[in-house]
């Protein structure tokens, strides 16, 4: 008896909703648009189809856990949701090979995904961009037609344009009659007798072509863009599919981004950091003004309000924090020695006593170490 569960790839004990999550996986990736026109892939199809009509229904199943399979012939089939009606919620009537009509020609393109670099300004401010694409185009010679300029498709003489034929075969229940795909025309109902010969009868051609776009501000690595309608021509002439431009972020050599808002990091002369000071720092807004109170400890966080990356489809901006690192010379000449010395003298630090502190990293630290994988 054929296993249905390992057609969907299910375990025995799976919930109602876990058999319909793996047969409509399966059905998404054995469609036409996706898997072509490979008879290995219908047949597959079927296989899916039959399998999820069996599970699928609770009184079907319940048979075939006993032992019994309902879709064999003379099992039980019974009213219901049969295969022909799952097959057709995918393909259509003609899709299965039903006389309702021939399948159209023209379907939908394919979607097609595009990398996108840009640099951190660009995600902060946004950007117009000018992309190229490589994607199937009408086809300018027969216009999606398939045909040579001057002439259009015949009615196939095999079904009549039906899309489809009919055959008689025996079996122990007596002749059944079954419905196939039409072999002369692969279902269209019609033939192309003189194919155009730009495109050899797909009713499009491989063409770049250059697409605008506008980035916004906000956007981060990962983000997608959707630009609707420009994706691939389907064949002859079909409607198009999507461009979806993924974003990729390049690395700042000073900036560090976190969500929407900036980290970079300061370095200040010890006595700066002790007296305080204004010192000008450049920011991808240009240069500004960093105030640093008497008393700066290394570690410490200044904040720069709305100099961060725009906020995606919102107004505003986020901030830019601005980690303070306090620069202790290594080589001092011996005036600087003595000034020092005069200087702990007068705060009582000629013999300083060693006091361990709470571990407490800053938050760039935190950052930093994120990023580094620590």
Known sequence: MTDYYEILGVARDATPEQVKKAYRKLARELHPDVAGTDPAAEERF??????????GNPEKRRAYDMGADPASPGGG?????GFQDIFETFFGAAGAGAPRGPVPRARRGQDALVRLDVDLAETTFG????VQVDTAVLCPTCGGTCCRPGTSPRTCEACGGRGSVQRVAR????QVMTTQPCAACHGFGTVIPEPCTECAGEGRVRSRRTLSVDVPAGV?????IKLTGQGEVGPAGGPAGDVYLEIRERRHETFVRKGDDLHATLEVPMTAAALGTVLS????DGPQEVDLRP???????VTLKGLGVGHLHV?????????VDVHVPSALDEEQAELLRRLAVLRGEERPDARLSAANPGVFAKLRDKLAGR
Do not use: I, W
């Open 46 to 55: 079927k296989d899916v189809s039959r399998a999820y009509d069996v599970l």
């Open 77 to 81: 089939m019974g009213g219901g949701f």
């Open 127 to 130: 950007v117009h961009r000018e």
């Open 171 to 174: 079996s122990f229940l007596g």
């Open 220 to 224: 981060d690595t990962g983000t997608r």
């Open 281 to 284: 720092m450049d920011t991808l």
């Open 295 to 301: 008393g700066t400890q290394p570690g410490q966080v």
């Open 315 to 323: 107004g505003g901006r986020g901030d830019l924090h601005v980690h």
